[in-house]
């Protein structure tokens, strides 16, 4: 009895030993935060703002966290809420910036950074498209979907933890996310075509490789 009475009052932890947790815990994640932020304010000021809100009401209701729980999920959901209540209230119109601003935190910047989610070949396809015109196509969904998308494709959350950032059913998450992606691809088509990627993606960006190396081989050839 003893023994369940004391773990039933344990003692919290002190303000010190809490400060202590969310700097070894909470602080790694802060990139991750700020990219995420970047694609719901898509706006570097905004987005530094934005994270060092969400790390202020993180801090203060640090003691409600439960330790060995999903704390990027749970300052994720932070975030999110407010943003829901700050920014998107106030209906500010994104600064205008360069590519070159936010470069590090786009979604298929690089392999760690692909839709993941995608069939294969449009994957294939998306990494011959320059990183700009995705941007702007992300830029383009409504917060809803491009905010599922990031959180699949970029972060590579499971859909489960996505529900729980976003507080909607896992169904919501799985018809916003192929939506999203759906209207990402559609956006993107004409730029595929542009760079000789096509419909097909791989085949067509295959066949033009295939194409390249032909000519190159008959220059040699010609050289020699």
Do not use: C
Request: aromatic fraction near 8%; proline fraction near 4%.
């Amino acid at each position: 009895m003893a023994e369940r009475s004391e773990k039933k009052h344990k003692t919290p932890a002190s303000g010190s030993e809490l400060e202590q947790r969310f700097k070894q815990e909470a602080l790694p994640l802060l990139d991750q935060l700020y990219g995420g932020a970047l694609r719901m304010t898509r706006n570097p000021a905004d987005a530094e703002d934005l994270v060092q809100e969400t790390y202020m009401k993180a801090f203060s209701a640090f003691s409600s966290f439960t330790p060995g729980s999903n704390l990027k999920a749970w300052l994720y959901r932070i975030m999110t809420n407010a943003y829901i209540n700050s920014y998107r209230k106030k209906q500010r119109q994104p600064q205008q910036s360069s590519a070159d601003d936010i470069t590090d935190y786009q979604l298929l910047e690089s392999s760690s950074h692909t839709a993941t989610g995608l069939e294969s070949a449009e994957v294939a396809a998306l990494k011959n498209i320059p990183n700009q015109h995705i941007v702007q196509a992300m830029n383009e969904l409504s917060d809803d979907y491009r905010m599922v998308v990031y959180y699949a494709d970029a972060e590579g959350l499971p859909y489960k933890e996505i529900a729980e950032i976003m507080d909607i059913p896992l169904g919501t998450v799985m018809s916003r996310l192929h939506r999203g992606r759906k209207q990402l691809r559609g956006a993107l088509k004409d730029v595929a075509r542009e760079y000789g990627i096509g419909v097909t993606g791989t085949k067509n960006a295959q066949e033009t490789k295939k194409t390249h190396k032909a000519d190159s081989e008959k220059q040699k050839v010609s050289t020699q």
